[in-house]
């Protein structure tokens, strides 16, 4: 670098760095929930593609079938999201041929992380959850920052209502804050898990208006995936 | 190892600092790693104008049962100034794709001579197969993408239609950054805020238009688009894409009534 000459400028002010009229980022919106139960998991995100105060679409998935046990929902800078999953895509069909099995759920988390901060200093912007069944046949959940970094959890909201959706999961899935004993909390089931993921959405599409039109819900079980729509308030 | 199958495999650690050196905001690219578009790479780093300079208004795009349209005016400003009035901003690009370019026009220019000449190596090959909608829209995200990733982005939005091979219908948007979405109407520039509600209004649930009402509604758009974009001129060229092919057809004149103007009072 001395032979450049780069230290003789302090930091931020080397000129042809700034770019101020243009920045790659942009945010699209979106949310997505998670819940992993014993057998299953179920995860949803809606289906509003925007910009600003600009609606793109009310229709677009942001749930991406990566294997018949493993669903990645993503939602952000949109275009970051169709880069992130097409990698992902070509990166699994190649571990595919390469060891002539599908990749686990774990792999593909552990693939994920590794995807993600391989771009540490210029990000995806992007807020993931991928949802599966492990490989001992329990669903799991694993939640991401946008550099990688990468927890497993039974439980997780992200998108631009995560914050909105989490404090409620918490409350109803993880029974955070609740005077019951133990043996008086409602069991996780299927039923339960998409009917609070549903209503998660419902709240949220009231309070955030990049989130709407409506849900999709994947419940993935070892048998594959059942699919359901929900439709959200379109304003 | 995945690195050894394919020289597409990135490396591990990309921008970042020598193991064991300390990260240098400023000094993280070296002068060899800078990109290699048409502009010499100072030892600084480069500064580009991304400001766009020629720009095309509006492009609106309806799919309907058959096929899809796609309409876009006929004028490339400079600033405010109309100062090209009669050029086509639809593009045919094969027997089965159109394209409409919206934005700074010496990018569209730039792009479609790529496009071009891709699809003359597609003909040379002479094996009747001919490039799909899906799969330019698919191509023109990974250009932008990249273009974009390189802070040197091509100042674009992008309609793509057509007919796939099965004969359905196909149209998705890309912009400047590879953002790209499919849907039965799309639009760039002012036809996103005054077209595009005017046709999601007009959608019939779970039934997709007919050729007859998406032509209305391209024709009626396109009315309001020159009544209320200052960027837009009164004759404007449709393309239109079915499985017999596809074509642009016009210029057709904006049926212009301004007699209500006189009634208007107040200002």
């Known amino acids: ?235 | 190892m995945l690195n050894n199958y394919n020289g597409m495999a990135q490396p591990l650690w990309q921008n970042g600092p020598a193991p064991g050196e300390f990260y240098n905001f400023t000094g993280g690219q070296t002068v060899q790693k800078l990109p290699r578009e048409l502009t010499t790479a100072g030892p600084y780093g480069t500064k580009r104008s991304t400001a766009a300079i020629t720009t095309g208004s509006s492009v609106l795009g309806i799919r309907y049962d058959g096929g899809v349209m796609l309409a876009a005016d006929t004028l490339v400003s400079y600033g405010s100034l109309a100062r090209y009035q009669n050029i086509d901003r639809v593009f045919k690009i094969n027997k089965n794709i159109l394209l409409g370019g919206s934005g700074d026009f010496a990018d569209i220019q730039s792009i479609m001579r790529n496009i071009d000449q891709k699809m003359i190596e597609d003909q040379c090959y002479d094996d009747n197969i001919e490039m799909k909608p899906k799969s330019l829209a698919s191509w023109m995200t990974r250009v932008l993408y990249n273009r974009r990733s390189r802070m040197n982005p091509l100042y674009i939005d992008v309609v793509v239609g057509g007919v796939e091979q099965n004969g359905t219908p196909y149209l998705a948007n890309v912009d400047l950054r590879g953002r790209a979405y499919e849907d039965f109407v799309v639009a760039t520039g002012f036809a996103r805020h005054l077209a595009v509600p005017l046709v999601r209004e007009n959608k019939p649930k779970d039934k997709e238009f007919t050729a007859e009402e998406a032509s209305q509604l391209i024709r009626k758009c396109m009315e309001v688009l020159y009544y209320r974009d200052t960027r837009n001129s009164s004759t404007y060229t449709v393309g239109v894409c079915t499985p017999n092919g596809c074509g642009v057809e016009g210029p057709y004149q904006v049926n212009e009534n301004w007699t209500f103007a006189a009634t208007i009072k107040g200002y």
């Open chain 1, 1 to 235: 670098m001395s032979s450049l000459g780069f230290e003789q400028f302090p930091d931020y002010q080397v000129p042809g760095v700034k770019h101020p009229d243009f920045s790659p980022y942009e945010s699209n919106g979106g949310s997505i929930v998670a819940i992993a139960g014993d057998d299953f998991v179920v995860i949803a995100a809606d289906t509003r593609l925007s910009s600003g105060y600009n609606i793109h679409s009310r229709n677009q998935s942001k749930l991406f079938k990566l294997s018949p046990k493993t669903v990645l929902g993503s939602t952000g800078c949109w275009a970051d999201t169709l880069s992130l999953t097409g990698l992902m895509k070509v990166r699994m069909q190649s571990y595919e041929h390469t060891h002539l099995r599908t990749m686990t759920t774990d792999a593909v988390a552990q693939m994920l992380s590794i995807t993600m901060y391989n771009r540490r200093f210029f990000p995806y912007y992007v807020s993931n959850i991928l949802a599966g069944i492990d490989k001992d046949g329990k669903g799991v959940v694993y939640s991401y920052d946008p550099i990688g970094h990468c927890e497993r959890a039974t439980y997780r909201a992200g998108g631009s209502a995560g914050t909105l959706l989490q404090p409620v999961l918490d409350n109803q899935i993880g029974h955070k804050n609740i005077n019951l004993p133990a043996g008086e909390l409602p069991p996780l089931t299927k039923e339960r898990a998409v009917a609070v993921a549903s209503d998660t959405f419902i709240s949220a599409a009231e309070r955030d208006i990049y989130t709407g039109d409506s849900v999709l819900i994947n419940v993935i079980t070892k048998d594959g995936i059942e699919e359901k729509v929900l439709q959200l308030r379109q304003d």
